[in-house]
């Protein structure tokens, strides 16, 4: 069973990763006000993309850190807590960010990730809602599903005016059709 959840897991991280890298760029591209950062909205997306490869996709976290919710990021892994909220020059996360100590093997974040990670927990490291106990209850969370790529397709009604031009102008190029035909028979 818990195989095949960590398989289930780690299938889907696959699968989304264009939607990540699309989140994590809106996300970053978004222009957010200082007073209304959340991990789900503008945190969560950066560390997808740039730390969940170590840090929550896998059944073992290095440093037992896993970085998927806020809670267990306060709780910590062999260091200790990852972030002390309120205080992010306390914060080990953020001092391995910013000295480039991590993400290892990866690029690393950039100044602006750095500086809205470094702004959440300098404003008490909030969530947008009450996150679940069980981290593996939450592989998309409704910020990545409201993202358009989630959204159900919809044929956009046709204007009046067009769908009268497009069938008078199919009716005309019928009718030669058939005039053409007719002479050739």
């Known amino acids: 069973m818990i195989k095949s959840k960590i398989h289930l897991y780690w299938v889907l991280s696959v699968l989304t990763m264009p939607i990540q890298w699309l989140a994590y760029c809106n996300a970053t591209?978004?222009?957010?006000?200082?007073?209304?950062?959340?991990?789900?909205?503008?945190?969560?997306?950066?560390?997808?993309?740039?730390?969940?490869?170590?840090?929550?996709?896998?059944?073992?976290?290095?440093?037992?850190?896993?970085?998927?919710l806020r809670h267990l990021?306060?709780?910590?892994?062999k260091h200790g807590p990852a972030i002390m909220a309120g205080q992010p020059n306390k914060s080990?996360?953020?001092?391995n960010i910013r000295n480039g100590k991590m993400p290892k093997g990866q690029a690393k974040l950039t100044d602006e990730d750095i500086a809205?990670?470094?702004?959440?927990?300098?404003?008490g490291a909030k969530t947008a809602r009450p996150e679940?106990?069980?981290p593996d209850a939450v592989l998309i969370?409704?910020?990545?599903?409201?993202?358009?790529?989630?959204?159900p397709i919809k044929?956009?009604?046709?204007?009046?005016?067009i769908s009268r031009i497009v069938h008078e102008s199919l009716e005309a190029s019928l009718v030669q059709f058939v005039t053409i035909i007719d002479s050739i028979a």
């Open 29 to 68: 591209s978004v222009n957010t006000d200082s007073d209304h950062l959340t991990f789900e909205a503008q945190v969560r997306p950066i560390l997808k993309a740039a730390c969940f490869h170590c840090h929550g996709e896998d059944s073992k976290f290095k440093g037992d850190l896993d970085l998927r």
């Open 132 to 134: 679940p106990e069980d």
């Open 116 to 123: 809205r990670i470094g702004e959440w927990i300098a404003q």
């Open 92 to 95: 080990l996360l953020l001092q």
């Open 155 to 161: 044929n956009p009604p046709i204007p009046e005016p």
């Open 141 to 151: 969370t409704e910020e990545e599903r409201n993202f358009w790529l989630f959204q």
């Open 73 to 77: 990021i306060l709780e910590g892994g």
